[in-house]
């Protein structure tokens, strides 16, 4: 048996929760960075969207930007990061997969404020390529 001396014998005992305290600190980090710049870069677009010569790419960038706060936002709910919240909202109402705000008929309020914007919004926006598949809830996983 080894003798570690006081100092090694608390870093092996204090290193795994000094890493998920660094860790979760980086991630509210990055979390503020996010939401702080979020509206500065959207402003930016907006800018760039007025301008003829930079007026498609501005679009695309805010579709991708926006595409990329929906998918994180669908990270935070504990769900598969690819995909986005219209997906899942489309998943749930469509094809009796989980409710992605718990209820049903909240989902449902969601995707009626969705289709108002963009008609049949949620069922077009539905992604099969990622989250759950299209037959996850027809076998009984738990049988052998």
């Not at 080894?2 to 092996?12: A, Q, R, T």
């Not at 005992?13 to 939401?35: D, Q």
């Not at 498609?56 to 930007?65: D, M, P």
């Not at 809830?137 to 049988?143: A, G, I, M, P, T």
């Amino acid at each position: 048996m080894h003798n570690l001396n006081p100092f090694e014998f608390l870093i092996s005992k204090l290193a795994l929760p000094i890493s998920v305290i660094v860790l979760g600190l980086l991630i509210a980090v990055a979390v503020l960075l996010i939401t702080a710049s979020f509206p500065a870069v959207a402003c930016l677009l907006l800018f760039l969207a007025v301008l003829p010569p930079t007026r498609k790419w501005a679009a695309v960038k805010a579709y991708h930007l926006w595409r990329a706060f929906d998918c994180l936002g669908n990270a935070f709910l504990f769900h598969d990061s690819r995909e986005t919240i219209s997906s899942r909202l489309g998943k749930a109402i469509y094809h009796q997969h989980p409710p992605v705000f718990n209820w049903l008929v909240i989902d449902k309020c969601v995707a009626w404020l969705l289709n108002n914007v963009d008609r049949d919004h949620c069922r077009k926006s539905i992604d099969w390529s990622v989250g759950r598949g299209i037959s996850w809830n027809l076998h009984d996983h738990w049988s052998i």
